[in-house]
């Protein structure tokens, strides 16, 4: 039996849905900061590596952070409903490494891995920080497979000026 | 008169708001890739630097961008819904500035500087992109002083492989 087949359209390149495999070879060109989102509180310590954190705005201080929704991580942060963002150095690939989940270790194990004090929001905070930002949930809102959590900054920390930790096309770089 | 003063709580550190210039010198420490998003279609072209974009989710492949709300070219990217993100190379230091609006050019005089051509979506993007990604509004969210757009993206340019260009420290890098 023939089936009618529309036409091809000028458009049909945008109609299609795009490749996820093309997607994420054109994000991994493009080079990112790295951080460790950390928290602790009722639900216990947890802790995760994040490139996709950006400042939202000054009025009042906010970031944002974009993380997905299946890890374990995130559902302990948002109990606690408060985080450390620490911006690491060069020097710290291995922690970036630890709480990527890329050296089986999870959970309070991951804080044997780098250096770790207390910050002013008694969050775990990365004694070598570029610098660090406490945050109070302020919005959690689910995108499909990730959540966009808004953190309202309640402190900032001003740490050491070393070469940031930057990755970009899968692999590590100091500035 | 006398008043009466509450004594200062263990807590009071984080009951005073943050410092809006404490958090912006926070946020200079953060390495960030540039990136200029320009937008064409019925509202006109217009384009803005950003550092404030990453990734949510690939399924739909879907990026975001924060952006002061005040600014002209927000409102007409919104107007058109449609836009391209080209991730700057080390070479672009003067298109970043370009639509940074450091450089006294707005709306399609900003053009002017670098090599544009048009991607799938019509839409100018930057020839010596290092990655472009054309994207359609698929949300938009006021936060305060700015908006969370949330682009899905319809297609992705893989252009060279060359030095990023990288914001740190309030001047530019390369990789």
């Known amino acids: 039996m023939m089936l009618k087949v529309p036409p091809p359209s000028l458009d049909s390149a945008l109609d299609t849905e795009l490749d996820p495999a093309l997607f994420r070879e054109g994000m991994s060109r493009v080079a990112g900061a790295v951080h460790v989102v950390t928290t602790d509180g009722p639900a216990g310590p947890a802790g995760f590596t994040a490139t996709a954190v950006t400042p939202v705005t000054d009025t009042p201080p906010s970031l944002l952070v974009c993380v997905n929704s299946s890890g374990r991580s995130i559902k302990t942060l948002l109990q606690n409903g408060v985080f450390c963002v620490s911006t690491l150095g060069a020097d710290d690939e291995l922690v970036a490494e630890t709480f990527a989940g890329r050296r089986d270790l999870n959970g309070p194990d991951r804080f044997t891995v780098g250096t770790w004090d207390r910050s002013k929001a008694d969050q775990p905070r990365l004694k070598t920080n570029?610098?660090?930002?406490?945050?109070?949930?302020?919005?959690a809102r689910l995108v499909a497979t990730h959540h966009v959590i808004i953190g309202e900054i309640i402190a900032v920390t001003l740490g050491e000026r070393r070469s940031p930790l930057i990755y970009q096309g899968r692999s590590y770089h100091r500035l």
Chains 1, 2 share one sequence.
């Open 130 to 139: 570029l610098v660090a930002f406490d945050c109070k949930v302020s919005d």
